[in-house]
């Protein structure tokens, strides 16, 4: 399957021709692959969950929100590794790259012991403030109390493929994380369903599969980074001493972006709750929506993902021209098939919610959500590209200005008066979302048009590489 892939993206890149086109080609397919695949991977893990019943959907949907919150710590470490391991790169100092990728490991190391600690403490009060009731309440709890025990693999994952990305190694991340996946998929069915003479678990049986695939896949990025398997490697042979410098660059790129994952996931948890006061049928229609969303997110994702490490390495190189060329195409490209999945998101809405949930109601909602879900789509790609761009240059404030503005004042305060105000139900809910990522597509777009974002990496980029911080 990975030789088909690789030889059909071959064949893409002879189609688009050499030089730029190409280069963006190469960097991003495997990032679109390996989150594309996730996604899909994750839509059958909800299926399969699904399948046992529709407050099972809810339950594990009650989870979702927090988790994000927890993880939105990472984001500061994540966004600044990429920059920083981009700049080193383009600026032709693997080491360099390699020392940062070896502090993140460390640092994340910690944090997640934390973050789990956090997770399985209060897992039963979190699941209960997002609006647990009694037929989901004991599954969520539970479900969140074993997936926040493996939060600390996830978090090294996290940290690893972050720097890999920033090398420009892409398709390192796409294996480890598809293989995670697929070994996912297959706890899944032995332990959802009691299959091959494991116990039959049910939502318990997934939250453990989900735990044990993560902690497969931190072993093997641990392995290609200590093996030199790739341009970013770590040596065993130096004792290990914290770099306050290279993690004081590190956060100075990303908090900012730490901050826009914080009022993000904690606008979507205010918005799950509205929506989770409509009952269960209604949320569990909202979380397939959400579920199958994720489809569309992660390839705008993956492009964004492309344009942070192209971005990154062009500036790194102090090429400013090409770096604005790089996010243009990443951007147009981003755009196509945003249209194309919308297309088909409008076309086979009720067909996808049935592989969910047999349920009437269910299904109905569900599909209407994803005819809504369609609207969002040229918003989100050009949001979530573009603001990989930004990134990329260290301009992480703009992406933090954009979703205070549309989370807050579109997915919570709107969509709050939508629901229970003007009693719209899950379609007020929805209209709220695309009024949310219309916003924040505009205001992160008019920063890239201005120009001034190429400029942004100036205090950081002559600091470190001057000083040699990074």
């Known amino acids: 399957m990975l030789r088909l892939i690789s030889s059909l993206s071959h064949s893409v890149t002879r189609f688009f021709g050499q030089g730029l086109r190409r280069e963006v080609i190469s960097i ?8 594309v695949m996730s996604t899909f991977f994750g839509m059958v893990d909800m299926i399969m969950v699904g ?53 993140i490991i460390v640092l994340n190391i910690i944090l997640g012991i934390l973050v789990s600690i956090i997770g399985i403490v209060l897992a039963r009060w979190i699941v209960l403030f997002m609006g647990a009731r009694e037929d989901t309440l004991q599954d969520a709890t539970v479900y969140f109390q074993i997936v926040s025990a493996g939060l600390m693999f996830q978090a090294l994952t996290m940290g690893i493929t972050a ?47 989900t735990t044990l695939s993560r902690v497969v896949a931190c072993i093997v990025g641990l392995y290609i980074v200590y093996s030199g398997k790739a341009i970013i490697h770590i040596g065993r042979a130096t004792r290990f001493r914290f770099d306050f410098g290279i993690i004081k660059k590190v956060m100075s790129i990303g908090i900012p972006s730490a901050l826009e994952q914080f009022v ?5 948890m205010m918005f799950a709750r509205t929506v989770s006061g409509l009952g269960t049928i209604h949320f569990a229609a909202h979380q397939i929506g959400l579920n199958i969303s994720g489809l569309s997110f992660s390839s705008s994702m993956a492009f964004g993902v492309a344009s942070t490490t192209l971005v990154g390495q062009s500036l790194g190189a102090n090429d400013k021209e090409k770096a604005r ?42 599909g209407m959500v994803l005819k809504i879900l369609a609207l969002i789509q040229p918003g989100q790609s050009t949001q979530l590209s573009i603001a990989g761009a930004l990134r990329g240059a260290g301009d992480t404030m703009y992406p933090l200005y954009a979703s205070i503005f549309g989370i807050w004042i579109f ?20 209209v709220a979302f695309v009024l949310d990522q219309t ?32």
């Open 439 to 470: 916003t924040r597509a505009l205001i992160v777009y008019f920063r890239f048009r201005s120009g001034k974002w190429l400029d942004a990496k100036g205090k950081h980029l002559k600091e470190s590489l001057k000083k040699e911080e990074v």
């Open 264 to 268: 993000i996931q904690s606008g979507l």
């Open 163 to 209: 720097a890999l990305r920033g090398a420009g190694q892409t398709k390192l991340p796409m294996y480890y994380n598809l293989g995670s996946n697929l070994l996912n998929v297959f706890g899944n069915y032995v332990l959802i369903y009691g299959k091959l003479g494991f116990p039959r678990l049910g939502v318990s049986g997934a939250a453990i599969s």
């Open 411 to 430: 997915r919570v305060f709107v969509a709050y008066v939508f629901v229970n105000v003007f009693n719209w139900g899950l379609v007020g809910a929805w």
């Open 28 to 35: 991003t397919w495997p990032a679109f692959i390996e989150l």
């Open 325 to 366: 060329r790089c996010a243009d195409v990443v951007h147009h490209m981003a755009l196509v098939v945003a249209i194309f999945v919308g297309i088909l998101f409008f076309l086979l809405s009720h067909p996808l919610a049935r592989l969910y949930n047999k349920e009437a109601e269910v299904v109905v909602l569900a």
């Open 51 to 103: 399948r046992l019943s529709s407050a099972a959907i809810a339950a594990v949907g009650l989870t979702n929100q927090p988790f994000m919150l927890l993880l939105a710590i990472f984001a500061a470490v994540n966004v600044g590794t990429t920059t920083l391991v981009a700049w080193n790169i383009g600026a032709g100092k693997p080491n360099k790259a390699s020392e940062v990728t070896r502090q």
